[in-house]
Nanobody, 115 residues
Framework: QVQLVESGGGLVQPGGSLRLSCAAS????????MGWYRRAPGKQRELVAS???????NYADSVKGRFTISRDNAKSTVYLQMNSLKPEDTAVYYC?????????WGQGTQVTVSS
């Protein structure tokens, strides 16, 4: 069983920044797909950002230009740098990773944007 452990969430003022981390218990060198999702109160879970093994990166329109997904293969860790945060970014953020037919989720980390 692969473990994904998220960290870096918290309370931040509008316009601030946070960096989320997702550490995998398995090497991500050969990963098929890895990304970040979020679920805001009363809403469905949505894709925030992801990348594929082919190097394709995808972002939700609402975060383009503000969020950046990156990876450190040596640390088996994926990051989500979030800048210019808005109150509507408030949500639980989840890490998702897939190796072939197997897909895993982290436990989630809360991000709250409020003054």
């Amino acid at each position: 069983q692969v473990q994904l452990v998220e960290s870096g969430g918290g309370l931040v003022q509008p316009g601030g920044s946070l960096r989320l981390s997702c550490a995998a218990s398995k090497s991500i060198f050969s990963i098929s797909l890895m990304g970040w999702y979020r679920r805001a109160p009363g809403k469905q879970r949505e894709l925030v950002a992801s990348f594929t093994s082919g190097g394709f990166t995808n972002y939700a329109d609402s975060v383009k230009g503000r969020f950046t997904i990156s990876r450190d293969n040596a640390k088996s860790t994926v990051y989500l740098q979030m800048n210019s945060l808005k109150p509507e970014d408030t949500a639980v953020y989840y890490c998702n990773a897939g190796w072939g037919p197997y897909n895993y989720w982290g436990q989630g980390t809360q991000v709250t944007v409020s003054s």
